[in-house]
């Protein structure tokens, strides 16, 4: 326990001494107001609906913008609802001890007014109710002891700035008093049936008031402004850094040799113009032999650069490479995370296939879309089919009959490692089987 409340002191002193010094926390406020003796009251006694006569003071430190303490002293008397009750009149005091929330900045009232929030405050208190023709243990008159009590009060106040200084306050509380052995009006015990001591004893009945009051906080502190009111993110909000944050941003999102790979992701940031590129902005060698697929006049049969990178040897049936080229999976077309748009250097993949079939009339296309591993499997199906069918218009619109080519969805490719974003990027595609 010992190690605990050692804990606790060091956590809370620490967040006092390093918390934040831009705004102020200390403030003061004086309210008047109404109060309402909810009950018990002795049978026939009435209480006004809006009884005037309360009054308080009270002080509040704000450990940040959000949470803080506060102690506050009140006042007041109750008295009759005039000409339906019987004359009475009890006086109170009050002293409590309370958290505080500040609701208005854990709800971002600042994003639609910057001069109004509202605090909610709990906590505990004691105070004494002594009433003029209170009733004694005998059943006779006058008894002026007071009647001690213990409280849980709560409160909700709505603070309107004035300036940086002062602050209209409007605050409705409940409290709820502990062992009060009188009615609020003194003319009865607030127990069943009349003790036979002289003493009336203490115990543990309970009763309910409210009050409403109308006041103004001042703040104290050099600051220019107290927590109630401290925005944090206004110190980011200057134009100029904001211009300098969005500068960045271009910047990072330049591509500067136009492979449609961004600057920070590209590997590579000098391809040479109409190169095909992998998602890491790398040029693409399909076949291995050196010569870089846009340089390769037979980009999936491997051969010296001075053939083109063909082989030197005749090539028989030339679509029976290609075809396996295509089916064995090295074109693809390749995609962003949950999206069906083409990434734009992988395009260049579907051109391929576009002059695959233009030049080979007899055989037909499969588009076979896929996605990770990432998100529901069913919205996945779906995502990959709208993959497929993406490649399926490109490749109609680049004038192959639309009779020669098919698509469908495959879902989740799980046979890369989702664990690897790099592999994850390689599920998102969309590949083909020649017919």
Request: proline fraction near 5%.
């Amino acid at each position: 326990m010992r190690h605990l409340f050692l804990f606790l002191s060091i956590v809370f002193i620490s967040n006092t001494v390093f918390s934040q010094n831009e705004f102020n926390k200390w403030s003061i406020e004086a309210n008047l107001g109404v109060n309402k003796p909810m009950g018990p009251l002795t049978g026939g006694y009435l209480s006004p609906t809006l009884n005037i006569g309360h009054v308080d003071f009270g002080g509040r430190y704000m450990v940040n913008q959000f949470y803080g303490f506060s102690g506050n002293f009140g006042f007041g008397s109750f008295s009759e609802a005039k000409d339906v009750s019987p004359e009475f009149k009890t006086d109170y005091l009050s002293l409590s001890l309370s958290g505080v929330w500040n609701i208005g900045r854990s709800l971002s009232f600042e994003t639609f007014t910057k001069r109004f929030t509202v605090l909610g405050e709990f906590g505990v208190g004691i105070g004494s109710l002594k009433s003029e023709n209170r009733i004694n243990s005998e059943g006779k008159l006058p008894d002026f002891d007071p009647d001690y009590v213990y409280s849980f009060n709560s409160s909700l106040k709505g603070l309107y700035s004035l300036s940086n200084r002062i602050s209209l306050q409007g605050t409705i509380s409940m409290i709820v008093n502990g062992r009060q052995r009188y009615t609020f009006d003194g003319n009865d015990f607030n127990q069943i049936g009349r003790p036979l001591v002289p003493e009336i004893p203490f115990v543990h009945a309970t009763a309910t008031w409210w009050t409403g009051t109308v006041g103004l906080n001042f703040y104290l502190g050099k600051n220019e402004t107290h927590a109630d009111w401290y925005i944090q993110e206004d110190k980011y909000a200057t134009k100029e850094e904001l211009a300098s944050q969005i500068g960045g941003i271009k910047d990072m999102l330049k591509d500067s040799d136009g492979d449609g790979v961004p600057d920070y992701l590209d590997k590579e940031p000098n391809t040479p113009a109409g190169a095909r590129v992998n998602s890491f902005g790398t040029t693409m060698d399909s076949d291995g032999d050196g010569t870089p697929d846009h340089l390769d006049k037979c980009p999936f049969l491997p051969g010296p650069s001075s053939t083109g990178g063909c082989p030197v040897e005749k090539i028989v049936e030339q679509v029976d490479y290609l075809r396996k080229a295509i089916n064995d999976g090295f074109v693809n077309v390749y995609y962003a995370f949950d999206s069906d748009k083409p990434l734009g250097y992988s395009t260049s993949a579907a051109n391929y296939v576009s002059n695959f079939l233009k030049k080979n009339p007899g055989v037909s296309v499969e588009v076979k879309g896929y996605a990770d591993e990432l998100g529901p499997e069913d919205y996945n199906m779906k995502l990959s089919e709208r993959r497929a069918k993406a490649v399926y218009d490109l490749l109609v619109a680049s004038g192959v009959d639309a009779s020669r080519i098919s698509y469908k969805g495959y879902g989740e490719d799980t046979s890369v490692d989702k664990s690897s974003a790099d592999a994850r990027q390689m599920a998102r595609r969309a590949s083909f089987e020649v017919k």
